[in-house]
Nanobody, 124 residues
Framework: QVRLVQSGGGLVRPGGSLRLSCATS????????MEWYRQDPGKERELVAA???????NYADSVKGRFTISRDNAKNTGYLQMNSLKPEDTAKYYC??????????????????WGQGTQVTVSS
C-alpha cells in the first residue's frame, strides 16, 4: 500500500529554487515526523533535513541556510523548500515519514514509510 506520494523536483539552473512535496495517500494517515534524504548513483543515501513531531528541525551542514523543511498538518503533507541550489545538490530525493493511521479517532497502526523518490537536477 502506497502511503507517501512525492511531487516536485525537476531541472533548475544554479541559484534557482524548487519545492518538494510529500503527501499521504489518504486523509486517515497523519504525519508525525519526517526526514528528507538524497542519493546519487554509487553513493550512500544522505540525510538532508528532518522535522520532529514537535516541529524541531535539523539540517545537514551542506544545506543549512538554503533548505527549509516544513509540515502542513491540515494537508497531511511535508515540504522541502530548496533555495540557492548548487550542482552538487543534484540527486534523487526521498521523503521518509512516521505515520499514524487513524480510524474513527483511534490510532490503529503506526508505520514508517518512504516516498517513491524524485529527481532534482541542478545544471546550467
Amino acid at each position: 500500500q502506497v502511503r507517501l506520494v512525492q511531487s516536485g523536483g525537476g531541472l533548475v539552473r544554479p541559484g534557482g529554487s524548487l519545492r518538494l512535496s510529500c503527501a499521504t495517500s489518504g486523509s486517515k494517515f497523519k504525519i508525525t515526523a519526517m526526514e528528507w534524504y538524497r542519493q546519487d548513483p554509487g553513493k550512500e543515501r544522505e540525510l538532508v533535513a528532518a522535522i520532529t513531531s514537535d516541529g524541531s528541525t535539523n539540517y545537514a551542514d551542506s544545506v543549512k541556510g538554503r533548505f527549509t523543511i516544513s509540515r502542513d498538518n491540515a494537508k497531511n503533507t511535508g515540504y522541502l523548500q530548496m533555495n540557492s541550489l548548487k550542482p552538487e545538490d543534484t540527486a534523487k530525493y526521498y521523503c521518509k515519514a512516521d505515520l499514524l493511521e487513524i480510524d474513527d479517532g483511534t490510532v490503529i497502526s503506526v508505520s514508517r514509510d518512504w516516498g517513491q523518490g524524485t529527481q532534482v537536477t541542478v545544471s546550467s
